[in-house]
């Protein structure tokens, strides 16, 4: 089987370079290339355009423009070849220009060699067909990874029907309130894979983002009318940090609307609210639940409650190597303090 020849465009507004070129490619033999040849930036920019060369030689002198700009046009448009960037002088700033444009290489004309100019060329489309690889297998493992995240959603929310099924056929209210509060637990891991598949990174969640769906979801659950406000500002967490503080926040803001404001105060209450905050300092991150209720009565710690999801809490803190702290002042505050671990 005969290879097809290398289908190379040069765009150089310098006749006598273009024949120079023309025959030292005429000299390659591996591999055998076909040159066309456009004078002008425009004519060149239009050809890169059309998508149809293996190769493109790029000068650098093209008259009110360069050749940056068209290794710009061809890297965006995705051309189906490497690029390669042409310059009368050896210069290192250009180089590093070039390769900065997205230029596979940069050859010097008074330097250039048939067997030199062959080497370059067949580096150039090895080196390209490379990266293709890679950026399929990047692909391919971004689509897998994003179909794990989505089914891994849709399971939790099929988990999530069949308790709430099971809570229909449920008379005892204890009963159904240990049903209610797995299911928002499970709701919580099923909100965290869902930000996952959407997230380009796939592994990173936006935590104001996520921590106002997870809030909104709680309150519709609850039925509560409190005041709930969140602080969350750019925090993006990998997923080995986010998902014990996205359950952290499943438990502390449903403890919050389950006790901190009882119904039948003998006064006017203040209107009750909940401030979930969540900030970096310069030891990792703080994550705090505070709420204008009745308070505690005694003071607290995670470790020593019979509350589950308060012990919950506790563990999902140790889990990021965090501490806890409660303290009561007009109400009750959480603090859950973590490194920040692998995050930049």
Not at 8 to 18: A, G, M, P, S, T
Not at 273 to 294: E, P, T, Y
Request: proline share 4%.
């Amino acid at each position: 089987m005969v290879d097809k020849p290398v289908r190379v465009l040069l765009v150089d507004d310098d006749e006598d370079d273009y024949v120079i070129a023309r025959d030292l490619l005429a000299m390659v033999t591996s591999p055998k290339c076909v040159l066309e040849w456009r004078s002008t930036y425009d004519e060149g920019l239009a050809t890169i355009l059309e998508n149809r060369h293996d190769v493109y030689l790029l000068d650098y002198s093209l008259g009110a423009h360069d050749g940056i700009e068209l290794v710009r046009a061809a890297v965006q448009n995705n051309v189906t070849g490497p690029v390669l960037l042409l310059t009368a002088h050896d210069d290192s700033e250009l180089d590093a220009l070039a390769a900065a444009a997205g230029a596979t290489d940069y050859l010097v004309k008074s330097h250039m060699t048939a067997p030199l100019l062959g080497r370059a060329i067949r580096y150039a489309l090895a080196r390209h067909e490379s990266n293709e690889a890679l950026r399929r297998g990047a692909y391919e493992k971004t689509v897998m990874l994003q179909e794990i995240h989505h089914r891994v959603k849709n399971n939790l929310q099929m988990i999530s029907s069949l308790i709430n099924f099971q809570m229909e056929h449920v008379r005892n209210p204890e009963t159904r309130a240990i049903l209610r509060v797995t299911q928002t637990r499970v709701h919580s891991i099923a909100l965290i894979h869902e930000k996952l598949y959407q997230s380009p990174l796939l592994a990173t969640v936006d935590m104001g983002e996520y921590t106002r769906g997870l809030v909104a979801m709680l309150m519709q659950t609850h039925d509560k009318q409190v005041l709930a406000e969140v602080r969350a500002g750019d925090i993006v967490l990998p997923v080995d940090l986010g998902l014990p503080c996205g359950l952290i926040l499943s438990e502390l803001v449903t403890n919050a609307l389950k006790h901190a404001f009882p119904a039948g105060a003998g006064h006017e209450p203040r209107p009750p609210a909940i401030v979930i905050d969540l900030r970096r300092d310069k030891s990792g991150f703080v994550l705090s639940v505070a709420d204008n209720g009745v308070g505690l009565c005694e003071p607290l710690s995670a470790g020593d409650t019979k509350s589950l999801g308060l012990r919950l809490v506790g563990m999902f803190a140790e889990q990021l190597g965090g501490t806890v702290v409660f303290s009561s002042d007009e109400g009750t505050r959480c603090t859950v303090a973590f490194p920040a671990g692998n995050t930049s």
